[in-house]
């Protein structure tokens, strides 16, 4: 077998780092607390992005198949409409429902929830929202997050 294909001898080494996102992160006991809520009560957008950059890229990809989703925003790609734009407007409208979200619903489906509201406000009010979706990476950008 290649070095390629073999596991990890300890597979279970590996997984704790995650497992202790999770429930640092993730999945905190209420809306009020961990990460997610001490930068919801403090008004911390970049505080709320930073905790939530490790689920970024999965994120990323499931907005891209969302887009294919609907063949008129699919054409608009490139074109007026950017994955980043819909990916910052599911942070944006996550920080502002945070402490309304239900705590059963595990943080990654519930973000993903939230995908079709932010790409149909991109839809209908491109300007508006893509300046907001601007505005929240200056912001990131600014304070030296990449």
């Known amino acids: 077998m290649s070095k390629k294909n073999q596991r990890p001898k300890n597979a279970g080494d590996l997984a ?4 202790d ?6 999945a905190p006991a209420d809306a009020q607390s961990g ?5 919801i009560r403090s008004g911390d957008y970049r505080a709320f992005r930073m905790a939530l950059s490790a689920d970024e890229e999965r994120l990323r990809k499931r907005v891209g198949r969302w887009i294919q ?11 007026g409409l950017a994955i980043g734009d819909v990916v910052e407007e599911v942070y944006l409208n996550a920080f502002e429902s945070y402490s309304r ?3 059963e619903v595990p943080l990654h489906e519930w973000l993903d929830s939230l995908i079709d509201r932010s790409l149909k406000m991109l839809l209908h009010h491109p300007e508006k929202e893509r300046e907001n979706a601007s505005f929240a990476r200056t912001v990131r950008e600014i304070r030296g997050e990449s």
């Open 35 to 39: 990460i997610l809520g001490e930068a």
């Open 21 to 26: 996102r999770d429930r640092a992160v993730i």
């Open 16 to 19: 704790t780092p995650l497992a």
């Open 69 to 79: 989703r609907y063949p008129d925003a699919e054409a608009r790609l490139g074109h």
């Open 101 to 103: 979200r239900p705590m």
